[in-house]
């Protein structure tokens, strides 16, 4: 690796941006994830109800 001219600031705080996005970026996907699995659960329990009231 070749040496890059930063002062230890810099690197730090370009670092911590990194994280920052990467967090950010982690929760958009696991809301994503979670919020598709209750409307998977919902539309199921909707569905088992609309069968049953049709089958009447």
């Known amino acids: 690796?070749?040496?890059q001219d930063w002062d230890d600031d810099a690197a730090?705080?370009?670092a911590v941006r990194r994280t920052r996005i990467t967090m950010a970026i982690a929760l958009v996907v696991t809301l994503?994830?979670?919020g598709i699995?209750?409307?998977?659960v919902f539309g199921t329990l909707?569905?088992?109800d609309l069968v049953e009231v049709l089958s009447r």
Do not use: E
């Open 37 to 40: 699995g209750a409307v998977a």
């Open 12 to 14: 730090y705080k370009s």
């Open 1 to 3: 690796m070749h040496d």
């Open 46 to 48: 909707l569905f088992v």
């Open 32 to 34: 994503l994830v979670v």
